[in-house]
């Protein structure tokens, strides 16, 4: 960087122990100011930002005037694979080394590098330069203002802690769990709940998590927030009018809606939303299966029971297919013997759809008790050959591969395999996880590893999903993230499925766009304006499935 004459803040400080102070006191004052650089000396600190050169006295800002010399990079002392390609900035502390640049920040623990770029982390990417302060947190002045990076030891108990507020201070609208919109960029007091396509397949991810979390500490709470959304899941269906077919979501009268198909319910007082696909009917099943085992009192059974009855008995009388109130199939709902065996679009969906109607089925029968679905469940196997159809239900092909058909395939599976205890089909089903996850394993994704480790004898190491559960940023609005040019990495020859410039390897959660588990891992570039927050029910629901069947302490 060379020599250079920039503006600056100083504060003359009676001792060390001051540098916090001044450059939480700069952070503050200047937060979207150009800051050129930053530096300790003994007895105080210093800061240059913007055009302005100052001193601060404690009291009053006096202009003045002074130079510094940039630290020079030195990079042949880098680790192998530094993310960023024009490091101008290089502090060295211990066996840690921060680099600073055009394209953001990166740090190296003494293993492998960690990369920091994007409004999650910088007000600007522009890196001029950092100080390392002595409690090992990272000051980094950016075109666009001062970040400050600390580095907090926490439990994953703690960070549990912290997303389960976060879910009841900003996701949870008549019980219904999502993500929320922000009024202002990155401003949470600006939350604004609303409607979601999938609202029923999200809320019961999170029934699903209060559940685990119920078993494994017996904590009322965690018992009576599961119950509070199972009642908003229990609401989509009764809203619609039509036993067994539950809504996408619903709002009151008045309340904005959004796009697609919204039905007023006969007392005026309620809008629900239709074309309801699987997505909604795996997540209902998924969720009402773990809440019938850990958590439902012997009132709530009976609830769930009747649930269960009106939704199956729904989808079976309608052969096969889940049917709207125009009196045709939805869009997705569709597990008829017919249209799988399509060499058109049932074709792609055969695997899948099987598998998510087996797996409703048997967690029907072991809910009801109900022979009849024991025997409906039997009839699409032996005539139709649907347990064989789930073995090659994971279509890994370029541009074809579906994240979120593997979200359905897994919370499909978990269900199927805690009850299925033949022999022979069990080992059909096994067959087809261990095909499914062998692909997925790369991503690193906690909730398949779980539900694919509860299922089998011997399972696989679990460091890597932990490792996630680690990554995972507290911080979940959805900033833009653009990992393209990164010398790091490599981009995929093929696209994905919506177009989407994909990497050949996921990389760390807290370096990629923040997504739920049915968002593509691979993509470059991603999130948004920072106008929305995700909900933290998908890590919850993996951290407390992990508790509950002991793959975490």
Known sequence: ????????????????????????????????????????????????????????????????????????????????????????????????????????????DGKRWHFRAGRRWLPDDRVNDIHVAGDGSAWIATEGGLAHIEFKEMALSEKAAVFEKQVRDRHVRYGLVTGCGLGEPGDLSTSITGTDDNDGLWTGMYVAAECFRYAVTKDEEARRFADESFDAM????????????????????????????????????????????????????????????LCADDGRKERVRALVRRTMDHIIEHDWYLVDLDGKPTDWGKWNPKYLSRLTEGFFARGLQS???????????????????????????????????????????????????????????????????????????????????????????????????????????????????????????????????????????????????????????DERPIMKWNGNPYKIEGGGNGRGEEAATYWLLPYWMGRHHRFLD
Not at 57 to 84: F, N
């Open 355 to 509: 598998l998510e109607v087996l797996s409703h089925l048997k967690a029907a029968y072991h809910i009801t008790g109900d022979e009849k679905y024991q025997r409906a469940y039997r009839e699409l196997i032996d005539e139709h050959g649907y347990a064989r159809n789930t073995i090659r239900q994971k279509i890994d092909l370029p541009r074809i591969t579906n994240h979120s058909d593997d979200e359905l395939a897994f919370l499909s599976y978990y269900p199927l395999l805690q009850y299925e205890k033949d022999e022979e089909l069990r080992g059909i089903y096994l067959e087809s996880i261990e095909r499914s996850w062998k692909v997925e394993a790369p991503e690193r994704c906690p909730l398949w590893d779980y539900i694919y480790a509860s299922a089998v004898d011997e399972p696989p190491s679990l460091a890597s999903a932990e490792r996630t559960l680690r990554e995972i940023p507290l911080d979940l609005v959805e900033w833009k993230v653009d990992n393209g040019g990164r010398p790091d990495v490599k981009k995929a020859l093929f696209n994905g499925r919506h177009d989407e410039p994909q990497l050949t390897r996921v990389l760390p959660a």
């Open 1 to 108: 960087m060379g020599m250079r004459t920039v503006g600056f803040v100083a504060l003359l400080a009676a001792c060390a122990s001051a540098e916090e102070t001044f450059l939480q006191e700069v952070s503050a004052r200047v937060p979207h100011a150009a800051v050129q650089h930053v530096r300790a000396h003994e007895g105080g600190a210093l800061a240059w930002i913007g055009d302005g050169v100052f001193q601060f006295d404690g009291s009053a800002w006096t202009p003045i005037k002074a130079e510094l010399t940039a630290p020079q990079p030195r990079p042949e002392t880098l680790p192998k694979k530094c993310p960023l390609r024009d490091p101008r900035v290089q502090v060295e502390v211990g066996d840690r080394i921060w680099v600073g640049g055009p394209e953001g920040a990166a740090w190296h």
């Open 234 to 293: 229990e609401k989509l269906e009764a809203l619609t009018g039509i036993p067994g077919f539950p809504a996408r979501s619903f709002v009151k009268k008045g309340e904005p809606t959004g796009g697609g198909e919204w039905h007023p319910t006969a007392d005026g007082e309620w809008i629900w939303k239709g074309d309801t696909s699987s997505d909604e009917i795996v997540g209902h099943f998924f969720a009402f299966s773990i809440y019938y085992d």
